[in-house]
Protein backbone atom coordinates (compact mmCIF):
# COMPACT_ATOMS: atom_id res chain seq x y z
CA UNK A 1 0.00 0.00 0.00
CA UNK A 2 1.17 3.23 -1.20
CA UNK A 3 1.65 5.92 1.57
CA UNK A 4 0.32 8.55 -0.65
CA UNK A 5 -2.77 6.85 -0.51
CA UNK A 6 -3.03 7.71 3.05
CA UNK A 7 -4.28 11.28 4.78
CA UNK A 8 -1.60 12.85 6.93
CA UNK A 9 -2.38 14.17 10.15
CA UNK A 10 -1.54 18.03 8.51
CA UNK A 11 -2.09 17.18 4.81
CA UNK A 12 -4.49 14.84 2.65
CA UNK A 13 -3.18 12.48 0.21
CA UNK A 14 -2.33 12.53 -3.07
CA UNK A 15 -3.26 9.35 -4.36
CA UNK A 16 -6.73 8.27 -4.02
CA UNK A 17 -7.34 5.34 -1.66
CA UNK A 18 -10.25 3.26 -3.81
CA UNK A 19 -8.70 3.90 -7.47
CA UNK A 20 -4.71 4.44 -6.52
CA UNK A 21 -4.94 7.21 -9.14
CA UNK A 22 -3.78 11.38 -8.50
CA UNK A 23 -6.55 12.83 -6.74
CA UNK A 24 -8.63 15.34 -7.51
CA UNK A 25 -7.87 18.10 -4.57
CA UNK A 26 -11.15 19.44 -4.90
CA UNK A 27 -12.91 16.19 -3.71
CA UNK A 28 -12.51 16.01 -0.48
CA UNK A 29 -14.02 14.16 3.28
CA UNK A 30 -12.97 15.32 6.61
CA UNK A 31 -12.80 11.96 8.46
CA UNK A 32 -11.45 11.92 12.26
CA UNK A 33 -9.40 15.22 11.80
CA UNK A 34 -7.90 13.83 8.56
CA UNK A 35 -8.49 14.90 4.91
CA UNK A 36 -9.11 12.25 2.91
CA UNK A 37 -8.85 13.21 -1.10
CA UNK A 38 -9.91 11.36 -4.20
CA UNK A 39 -9.65 10.69 -8.08
CA UNK A 40 -13.72 10.72 -8.49
CA UNK A 41 -16.76 11.63 -6.88
CA UNK A 42 -17.71 7.82 -7.37
CA UNK A 43 -14.24 6.61 -5.31
CA UNK A 44 -15.60 9.05 -2.87
CA UNK A 45 -19.45 7.56 -2.57
CA UNK A 46 -17.52 4.36 -2.10
CA UNK A 47 -15.37 5.38 0.84
CA UNK A 48 -17.49 6.78 2.89
CA UNK A 49 -19.88 3.83 2.08
CA UNK A 50 -17.29 1.63 3.29
CA UNK A 51 -16.92 4.08 6.59
CA UNK A 52 -20.59 4.17 7.65
CA UNK A 53 -21.16 0.13 7.18
CA UNK A 54 -17.95 -0.62 8.89
CA UNK A 55 -17.58 -1.81 12.75
CA UNK A 56 -15.15 0.55 13.22
CA UNK A 57 -17.63 3.38 12.61
CA UNK A 58 -20.88 1.93 14.13
CA UNK A 59 -18.64 1.01 17.57
CA UNK A 60 -17.44 4.59 17.87
CA UNK A 61 -15.07 5.42 15.13
CA UNK A 62 -11.38 6.11 16.81
CA UNK A 63 -12.26 7.34 20.38
CA UNK A 64 -14.91 4.22 20.76
CA UNK A 65 -11.91 1.74 19.86
CA UNK A 66 -9.26 3.62 21.71
CA UNK A 67 -10.98 3.43 24.66
CA UNK A 68 -12.33 -0.17 24.14
CA UNK A 69 -8.28 -1.18 24.01
CA UNK A 70 -7.30 0.27 27.08
CA UNK A 71 -9.94 -1.24 29.31
CA UNK A 72 -9.10 -4.34 27.62
CA UNK A 73 -5.25 -4.61 28.58
CA UNK A 74 -6.28 -3.14 32.56
CA UNK A 75 -8.58 -6.97 32.08
CA UNK A 76 -6.14 -8.98 30.51
CA UNK A 77 -3.25 -7.80 32.76
CA UNK A 78 -5.46 -8.83 35.62
CA UNK A 79 -6.20 -12.02 34.35
CA UNK A 80 -3.77 -14.67 36.19
CA UNK A 81 -3.83 -17.09 32.87
CA UNK A 82 -2.67 -14.68 30.62
CA UNK A 83 -1.03 -11.53 32.36
CA UNK A 84 2.88 -13.36 31.80
CA UNK A 85 2.98 -13.18 28.46
CA UNK A 86 2.87 -9.25 28.85
CA UNK A 87 5.26 -9.00 31.48
CA UNK A 88 8.65 -7.75 29.40
CA UNK A 89 5.85 -5.96 26.99
CA UNK A 90 5.91 -2.17 26.57
CA UNK A 91 2.20 -1.75 27.33
CA UNK A 92 2.35 1.65 25.99
CA UNK A 93 3.65 0.31 22.49
CA UNK A 94 1.09 -2.92 22.94
CA UNK A 95 -1.54 -0.75 23.61
CA UNK A 96 -0.62 1.42 20.29
CA UNK A 97 -0.12 -1.09 18.12
CA UNK A 98 -3.00 -3.32 19.41
CA UNK A 99 -5.59 0.01 18.78
CA UNK A 100 -3.68 0.25 14.99
CA UNK A 101 -4.40 -3.65 14.26
CA UNK A 102 -8.13 -3.57 15.72
CA UNK A 103 -9.00 0.20 14.30
CA UNK A 104 -7.76 -1.52 11.02
CA UNK A 105 -9.40 -5.01 10.70
CA UNK A 106 -12.73 -3.77 11.99
CA UNK A 107 -12.79 -1.31 8.81
CA UNK A 108 -11.05 2.35 10.08
CA UNK A 109 -9.70 4.33 7.47
CA UNK A 110 -5.92 3.76 8.59
CA UNK A 111 -4.13 0.35 7.13
CA UNK A 112 -2.22 -1.88 9.83
CA UNK A 113 1.65 -1.43 9.10
CA UNK A 114 2.76 -3.55 11.65
CA UNK A 115 3.94 -7.14 11.70
CA UNK A 116 1.59 -9.67 10.87
CA UNK A 117 -0.03 -11.95 13.25
CA UNK A 118 2.05 -14.67 12.34
CA UNK A 119 5.12 -13.14 13.24
CA UNK A 120 4.32 -11.26 16.04
CA UNK A 121 3.26 -14.34 18.01
CA UNK A 122 5.78 -16.23 16.67
CA UNK A 123 7.07 -18.23 19.42
CA UNK A 124 5.15 -17.76 22.50
CA UNK A 125 3.58 -21.09 22.86
CA UNK A 126 0.22 -19.45 22.83
CA UNK A 127 -2.11 -22.02 23.44
CA UNK A 128 -6.02 -21.96 22.65
CA UNK A 129 -6.57 -21.29 26.14
CA UNK A 130 -4.61 -18.15 26.13
CA UNK A 131 -6.29 -17.11 22.97
CA UNK A 132 -9.93 -17.73 24.60
CA UNK A 133 -9.10 -15.91 27.78
CA UNK A 134 -8.05 -12.77 26.01
CA UNK A 135 -11.04 -12.92 23.64
CA UNK A 136 -13.47 -13.61 26.79
CA UNK A 137 -11.43 -10.09 28.22
CA UNK A 138 -12.49 -8.47 24.96
CA UNK A 139 -16.18 -9.72 25.18
CA UNK A 140 -16.17 -8.89 28.42
CA UNK A 141 -15.02 -5.00 28.22
CA UNK A 142 -17.63 -4.29 25.03
CA UNK A 143 -20.38 -5.56 27.33
CA UNK A 144 -18.66 -3.00 29.87
CA UNK A 145 -18.98 -0.35 27.26
CA UNK A 146 -22.86 -1.46 26.55
CA UNK A 147 -22.15 -2.49 23.23
CA UNK A 148 -24.88 -5.16 21.97
CA UNK A 149 -24.01 -8.74 21.70
CA UNK A 150 -24.50 -8.49 18.15
CA UNK A 151 -22.32 -6.37 17.71
CA UNK A 152 -20.11 -8.22 20.20
CA UNK A 153 -20.54 -11.51 17.98
CA UNK A 154 -19.47 -9.32 14.88
CA UNK A 155 -16.24 -8.15 16.59
CA UNK A 156 -15.48 -11.10 17.90
CA UNK A 157 -15.48 -12.94 14.50
CA UNK A 158 -13.40 -10.27 13.14
CA UNK A 159 -10.65 -11.13 16.03
CA UNK A 160 -11.14 -15.04 15.56
CA UNK A 161 -9.78 -14.83 11.93
CA UNK A 162 -6.08 -14.17 13.49
CA UNK A 163 -6.61 -17.54 15.48
CA UNK A 164 -4.88 -20.07 13.17
CA UNK A 165 -1.88 -17.34 13.02
CA UNK A 166 -2.07 -16.33 17.08
CA UNK A 167 -1.25 -19.80 17.96
CA UNK A 168 0.52 -20.34 15.24
CA UNK A 169 -0.96 -23.73 13.30
CA UNK A 170 -0.78 -24.90 10.00
CA UNK A 171 -2.67 -22.57 7.57
CA UNK A 172 -5.92 -23.83 6.85
CA UNK A 173 -5.68 -24.79 2.92
CA UNK A 174 -7.32 -22.50 0.90
C1 LIG B 1 -6.93 -12.42 19.96
C2 LIG B 1 -6.29 -11.98 18.91
C3 LIG B 1 -5.02 -11.20 18.99
C4 LIG B 1 -4.75 -10.07 18.29
C5 LIG B 1 -5.64 -9.36 17.30
C6 LIG B 1 -3.42 -9.64 18.71
C7 LIG B 1 -2.79 -8.51 18.22
C8 LIG B 1 -1.48 -8.17 18.47
C9 LIG B 1 -0.76 -7.09 17.86
C10 LIG B 1 -1.35 -6.11 16.85
C11 LIG B 1 0.50 -7.09 18.34
C12 LIG B 1 1.63 -6.12 17.95
C13 LIG B 1 2.33 -6.62 16.69
C14 LIG B 1 3.48 -5.75 16.23
O1 LIG B 1 4.46 -5.61 16.99
O2 LIG B 1 3.44 -5.20 15.10
C15 LIG B 1 0.57 -8.17 19.30
C16 LIG B 1 1.66 -8.47 20.07
C17 LIG B 1 1.63 -9.32 21.15
N1 LIG B 1 0.63 -10.21 21.47
FE1 LIG B 1 -1.12 -10.37 20.54
N2 LIG B 1 -2.94 -10.51 19.63
C18 LIG B 1 -3.88 -11.48 19.84
C19 LIG B 1 -3.78 -12.53 20.72
C20 LIG B 1 -2.78 -12.69 21.65
C21 LIG B 1 -2.75 -13.70 22.69
C22 LIG B 1 -3.81 -14.79 22.85
C23 LIG B 1 -1.64 -13.47 23.42
C24 LIG B 1 -1.14 -14.19 24.65
C25 LIG B 1 -1.95 -14.67 25.55
C26 LIG B 1 -0.95 -12.34 22.83
C27 LIG B 1 0.24 -11.81 23.27
C28 LIG B 1 0.97 -10.85 22.63
C29 LIG B 1 2.24 -10.35 23.10
C30 LIG B 1 2.97 -10.79 24.36
C31 LIG B 1 2.67 -9.38 22.19
C32 LIG B 1 3.89 -8.48 22.30
C33 LIG B 1 5.07 -8.91 21.52
C34 LIG B 1 6.25 -7.98 21.79
O3 LIG B 1 6.15 -6.77 21.53
O4 LIG B 1 7.25 -8.47 22.30
N3 LIG B 1 -1.67 -11.89 21.76
N4 LIG B 1 -0.63 -8.81 19.36
Known sequence: LDPASIAGETQANTLCPVSNKAVNPAITVVYEG???AFAEEACKT???KARAESLYQQLGGKA???AAVEAFYV???ADERVKHFFDDVSM???RRKQKEFLSAALGGPLPWTGKDMRKAHAGMEIKEEHFNAIAENLVATLKDLK???EMIGKV???VATTKDDVLNRPKKAE
Request: proline share 0%; net charge negative.
Open 46 to 48: QWE
Open 75 to 77: KVL
Open 34 to 36: RTW
Open 147 to 149: ISD
Open 64 to 66: AID
Open 156 to 158: IAV
Open 92 to 94: EKQ
